[in-house]
Structures are given as structure tokens and as C-alpha cells.
């Protein structure tokens, strides 16, 4: 089977920094993507990774290591409307992505 | 940008009929749809892939005579919830991509549902 695991929860202060990791150990790999949630909505992209290293996007980065089969998604100077749940997803074969059971985010003042 | 738009946002029925569930791609084509299902404080679960001009592709442990998907069009993908129970009460949500690898999957904004 497929297996993608990340916290479950995690919180941080504005203004801070926070990394939330994901592992998975797939059947196939075709590239990781990391979606943001906010409750009753439907996931919003954030970013993509195919190939070992880093990608930035303003204030996240995503990070891939395919041989560790890891992952991270990186939040800088965090925001209260950050508060939400962060889904870790792996491509198989085809389009469809298997989602982790996501990490909920909780940021305070 | 690329859009998926998703019809109804919400829907309350009785129990025993049936719902559908209409995802459209906005603004590319999409021979492939993506159909999911979450529960509350849960991950996204496939539920089955919509196929432009054939059968849908549906996961272990999906019914496929419960949950009838339809894509006759290179634009639309409908789901229909059959004999709707409680139990299906859920937040159904449809995705498609361009076709490409390392595009994104786009999503529709779920659709509510509620049997009662």
C-alpha cells in the first residue's frame, strides 16, 4: 500500500518560522506537492517538487529527497491566517495524487 | 489560472435518494477528472478517476454502483450519490489537471453533503 506520513499538529507564534515534514513510501513517484487547506474548503496549491533540492515561493519552500523519500514545506514569518491544514501529496502513475492526512497549523499572536 | 468549477456547494437530501455533483474544467480540457471524499479532520481519500469517454477507474472499496460517474465531455465530470444514506454524508471534491506532469491538480470547491 501507500503510505504518506506527516504530524498531525503542530503550533507556532507569528512572526516565526516552522517546518512541517512528510515521509512516504509509494509504489511510484512521479512528484510531491504540498496543498493548504482552511477548513469547509478546498485545498489551495503551494508548491511542487519532482527533483532533489529546494523550491521557494515567496514566504514557503519545499524541499524533496527522493533516495530518503522526504520532504518538507518551510513557513516564513508566519501570519495568523496561516493557521490551517498543510497536505502532503504524492503523484503515482497518471495525474491522481494520494494525499498524506495533512497537518494542521495553529499560529497565535 | 486554471479552474475547476463544482455545482452544488451544498446539498441536504433524504435518505434513499440521490444527489448529483457537477465538475466542470473552466478553462483547459480535461480527459481525466479526479473525484475524492473527506471525511471531518480527515485526509482526502480517492474515490475514483473519471475518464473522458469511458469507464471511471474506482478505488478499493468504493462501490461503484453507489457512486455513478459520468464524463462525457472533455469539460465535465458529474458524480451521483445513489440511495444516499447518512453514512455518505461528506465533503465530496472533484480535481482535474492540464495535461501535463508537473501540473498542479486543481480543485473544485466541494460540494457539502448532508443526508438525513
Known amino acids: 500500500g501507500q503510505n504518506i506520513d506527516q504530524p498531525t499538529e503542530m503550533t507556532a507564534t507569528e512572526g516565526a518560522i516552522v517546518q512541517i515534514n512528510c515521509t512516504y513510501q509509494?509504489?511510484?513517484?512521479?512528484?510531491l506537492f504540498w496543498y493548504q487547506q482552511h477548513a469547509g474548503e478546498a485545498p489551495t496549491f503551494l508548491s511542487y517538487n519532482v527533483l532533489d533540492g529546494l523550491e521557494e515561493k515567496g514566504r514557503f519552500s519545499s524541499f524533496l529527497s527522493r533516495s530518503k523519500g522526504y520532504s518538507y514545506l518551510l513557513l516564513k514569518e508566519l501570519q495568523m491566517k496561516d493557521s490551517a491544514s498543510y497536505l502532503c501529496?504524492?503523484?503515482?502513475?497518471?495525474?491522481?495524487?494520494?494525499f498524506g492526512k495533512g497537518t494542521t497549523l495553529s499560529v497565535s499572536s | 489560472g486554471a479552474v475547476v468549477s463544482q455545482h452544488p456547494s451544498r446539498v441536504i437530501c433524504k435518505s434513499g435518494t440521490s444527489v448529483k455533483i457537477e465538475c466542470r474544467s473552466l478553462?483547459?480540457?480535461?480527459?481525466?477528472m479526479f473525484w475524492y471524499r473527506q471525511f471531518p479532520k480527515q485526509s482526502l481519500m480517492l474515490m475514483a478517476t473519471s475518464n473522458e469517454g469511458s469507464k471511471a477507474t474506482y478505488e478499493q472499496g468504493v462501490e461503484k454502483d453507489k457512486f455513478l460517474i459520468n464524463h462525457a465531455s472533455l469539460t465535465l465530470s458529474t458524480l451521483t450519490v445513489t440511495s444516499a444514506h447518512p453514512e455518505d454524508s461528506s465533503f465530496y471534491i472533484c480535481s482535474a489537471s492540464p495535461l501535463s506532469l508537473d501540473s498542479p491538480l486543481h480543485f473544485g470547491n466541494g460540494t457539502r453533503l448532508t443526508v438525513t
Open positions: 509509494t509504489s511510484g513517484f512521479n512528484g
Open positions: 501529496a504524492v503523484r503515482l502513475a497518471g495525474t491522481a495524487l494520494i
Open positions: 478553462d483547459f480540457q480535461a480527459t481525466t
